[in-house]
């Protein structure tokens, strides 16, 4: 049943139909399948199939804009469906999309998984400039700071990100966690980031190993 499920999540995304994405996306929870693997095995092969179609050139602009539409709205449906966690974990994190790049379907997964675990979270959206996260972490009281980027030519902003903290004497108040797609623990390595994540449950996980550490 599962396997069906995943399959109609799948189709929906690549033929960019919001409505088969909602359809599937509430069979899906009423039939019991988790959130999360419902968006890791039907929604999330489907919309990288079809980033890969728009690579090669098979799949155009306005077909990409119709199944990002489809995936947002399945998004929204997981999202409020993940169930919180039994244990409050304190933390204060500021997430966002750096300056330059709208894309924040995944960062709205972190964000609702991390709110599911606990973590009191202010979400300072997409193509959001370094101010908004770093005045945001200093008006919040945030623990750490977290910044994702879909995009190579952005992905220099989580390091300038570094830098303007760096440069405010702030380096040493906040942790900082990087993710998106093009984003690797060598890079976090490399621009110093404190944790990479590679999706929202390795996020959360990163978060907990931040605090204890
Ligand atoms: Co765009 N796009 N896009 N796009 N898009 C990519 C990223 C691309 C790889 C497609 C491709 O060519 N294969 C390519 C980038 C190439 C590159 O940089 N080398 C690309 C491009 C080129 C573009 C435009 C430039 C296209 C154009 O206009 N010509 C343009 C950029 C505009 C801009 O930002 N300035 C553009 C626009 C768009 C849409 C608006 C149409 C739409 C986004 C809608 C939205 O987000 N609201 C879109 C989409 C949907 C994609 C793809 C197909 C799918 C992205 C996605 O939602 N994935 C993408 C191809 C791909 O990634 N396979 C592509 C699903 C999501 C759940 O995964 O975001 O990776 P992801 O998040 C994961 C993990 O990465 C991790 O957890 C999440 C959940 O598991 N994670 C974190 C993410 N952030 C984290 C933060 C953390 C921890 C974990 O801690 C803080």
């Known amino acids: 049943m599962s396997e069906s499920i995943y ?3 799948m189709a929906a995304i690549l033929k960019g139909d919001a ?5 599937a996306a509430n069979k899906g929870i009423d039939t019991g399948i988790a959130p999360l693997d419902l968006m890791n095995n039907g929604f999330i092969p489907g919309i990288n199939q079809v980033g890969d179609l728009f690579e090669t050139g098979r799949l155009f602009l306005p077909q990409l804009v119709l199944s990002a539409t489809a995936m947002e709205k399945a998004t929204e449906i997981i999202n409020a469906a993940i169930p919180g966690g039994q244990e409050s974990v304190s933390a ?11 894309h924040d379907i995944g960062k709205t997964i972190v964000v609702a998984l991390f709110k599911a675990n606990g973590f009191d ?3 300072v959206g997409r193509d959001a400039p370094l101010e908004r996260f770093i005045d945001g972490a200093e008006k919040f009281g945030a623990d750490i700071i977290g910044s994702s980027t879909l995009l190579t030519t952005t992905m220099a902003m989580q390091k300038q990100l570094e830098d303007e903290l760096k440069k405010a004497g702030l380096r040493d108040k906040y942790k900082t966690i990087v993710g998106g797609a093009p984003v690797t623990q060598r890079w976090a390595d490399r621009i110093g980031a404190d944790a990479y994540a590679q999706d929202a449950s390795d996020g959360v996980r990163k978060i907990k190993e931040l605090l204890q550490g």
Do not use: Q, S
């Open 7 to 9: 399959k109609e999540a």
């Open 19 to 23: 409505e088969k994405a909602l359809d």
């Open 92 to 102: 204060k994190i500021v997430v966002g999309t750096v300056e330059g790049d709208v």
């Open 121 to 123: 979270v202010l979400d």
